[in-house]
């Protein structure tokens, strides 16, 4: 919304009716405030000189601590959230399915023994898959360098400007800005790699006399920088994969799918009557199920309010409780027993 008075602005938005009350209070004492005790005073220079202290508009409310009504701080990274809401949905869909079947047969312990079983190789198996789903991407990630690199080594005149300009004025940057981006760029650009060795030459290299390294003394080159880090980030839209984040995604997968497992488990430990236990365990999962697709829903960025966290969660319960009634349903049926 354009501001009728530019005291109102903040970086071009009208702030009047986005102030907190808290905020507006500031802003009242402020405007009632002399001249020389204000901020726009003799001591305005000193305020643009700390780089803590964040701009403020007209009225001397600090504009970073602005937030919308459905604000929050996301403090979990995005890719452990991915990992963790991977492994909790499988732990809380596909040992409650194996668990309902298992109830039909009305022995606790054959519940116990078979739940316990899937939920430590599921655990395993997800830990696997997550290790490596991330050791692919970060190989993927390793091949678009090494090609990208080796394209931009030799490829002609003016070609990587359009490139960059490609990105860049995709969201308003001119092309004169664009051309000087690339120039930038280009003298930061490492050195292209050597071409890979034929499998006979890779094994001499690898069973002969191996040379002495020569000494890496320039420090300026860097993957980071240049045009081939620019065009992967901003072009392919890919980042490099840290080699941590193979045990950190596999720890993270497995667990979640571990805690999501084991609370459909917890009432046939307590209660004998394995018909008994599944009915208790039918609340304790739909519960969790529940709670899970709430902080699922916020910490994700979903849609907040009521409205939001209900979706989360209902929609979280109504997946779980298919895949366990299909479970339960297929066991009845194939169920011969007197």
Known sequence: MACE????????????NKLPKRSQDVVERVENEPVWMTSHGNDASDDNDDPNKCDKHARGVCCREL??????????????VSDLVIGLSDGLAVPPALVAGLAGLGDSKLVILGGLSEVLAGSISMGLGGFLSSEAEMNHFKYLRRVTRQRVARSCAGEMEREVHDVLGAVGVSQELSNGVAAQLSQLEPPAPPQPPSFLRSLAIKFGRKPTPLPTTNLRWSDEHGLTAFLLKY?????????????????TVGMGYALGGMWPLLP??????????????????????????????????????????????????AVGGLAAGSAYGLVKAFDTRE
């Not at 937030?67 to 452990?80: A, S, V, Y």
Request: charged share 20%; aromatic share 10%; hydrophobic share 40%.
């Open 67 to 80: 937030k919308g009504e459905d604000e929050r701080d996301l403090w979990i990274d995005p890719d452990t």
């Open 235 to 251: 072009g392919e839209n890919v980042e490099e994969v840290p080699t941590s984040k193979l045990i950190k995604s596999a720890l």
């Open 268 to 317: 046939f430990f307590f209660i004998e009557e394995a018909h008994e236990a599944f009915r208790v365990s039918i609340l304790v999962t739909g519960l969790v199920l529940f709670m899970f697709g709430v902080l699922k829903q916020h910490f994700t960025g979903g849609t907040g309010g009521v409205g939001g966290y209900l979706y989360g969660g209902v929609s979280m319960v």
């Open 5 to 16: 008075n530019p005291k109102d602005c903040c970086g071009g938005s009208c702030l009047q």
